[in-house]
């Protein structure tokens, strides 16, 4: 079965700490993901990774940025943490395909940030 | 902006009724369709996917696509209890990436 785990179920941090939530899979997917979801507004996609090294733009990245130096840990970070950044993060990783067809991302537990 | 679009609920249905979850989407380019469900609490879990146009039926789950009237829907058959969730549509695109576009989800409530 694959694997997505995360560092932390919870995490309460104060305004203008740096934050760090790493995300690690266990099945060598190509494609890694960091959503955060919040009621009324669903899950949104904030980076994304093909490859180590690599990274792209979600729909809503500023406050944001991300690391991939191993192909199994993706790792997102809060430069300086706002109340706004108040959410559930998801990490999700799929298998790269030559197709858009049929592939599954799958989610780790989640990481509930509280930023005081 | 591509969007997703679902009514949020609640829907009710009784136990051993049909439950139908409805998506719409925007991108007409878009390729896979995807229904997740998402307990409270818990993180989403892939239903089933369905890439063309017809029904696909899994168990007690049949996902339908209409790619001309850009439709999606889930039809949950005897509906149980435990089948009480957020039900979230997911649109992958034609970017060239492996990205999901979800709904906001309809929060499907089975009563016994």
């Known amino acids: 079965d694959v694997k997505v785990t995360q560092s932390s179920r919870y995490l309460v941090k104060r305004t203008g700490e740096k934050v760090f939530l790493e995300c690690v899979q266990d099945?060598?997917?190509?494609?890694m993901f960091w959503y955060r979801q919040d009621p009324g507004l669903g899950l949104r996609l904030i980076y994304f990774?093909?490859?180590?090294?690599?990274?792209e733009k979600g729909d809503i990245p500023e406050g944001y940025s991300v690391s991939r130096e191993k192909k199994e840990r993706f790792s997102l970070i809060l430069e300086s943490a706002s109340t706004n950044q108040t959410s559930m993060y998801l990490c999700?990783?799929?298998?790269?395909?030559?197709?858009?067809?049929?592939?599954?991302?799958?989610f780790g537990p989640g990481t509930r940030l509280t930023v005081l | 902006q591509k969007e997703v679009e679902q009514n949020s609920g609640p829907l009710s249905v009784p136990e051993g009724a049909i439950a139908s979850l409805n998506c719409t989407y925007s991108d007409r380019g878009s390729q896979s369709f995807f229904w997740y469900r998402q307990y409270s609490g818990k993180s989403p879990e892939l239903i089933m996917f369905i890439y063309s146009n017809g029904d696909k039926e899994d168990g007690r789950f049949t996902a339908q696509l209409n790619k001309a009237s850009q439709y999606v829907s889930l039809l949950i058959r005897d509906s149980q209890p435990s089948d009480s969730a957020t039900y979230l549509c997911a649109v992958n695109g034609n970017s060239g990436y492996s990205t999901l576009t979800f709904g906001k989800g309809t929060m499907l409530l089975v009563s016994p």
């Open positions: 990774s093909y490859d180590v090294k690599m990274k």
């Open positions: 099945m060598d997917h190509e494609n």
């Open positions: 999700a990783s799929m298998i790269l395909s030559g197709t858009s067809t049929g592939n599954e991302q799958f």
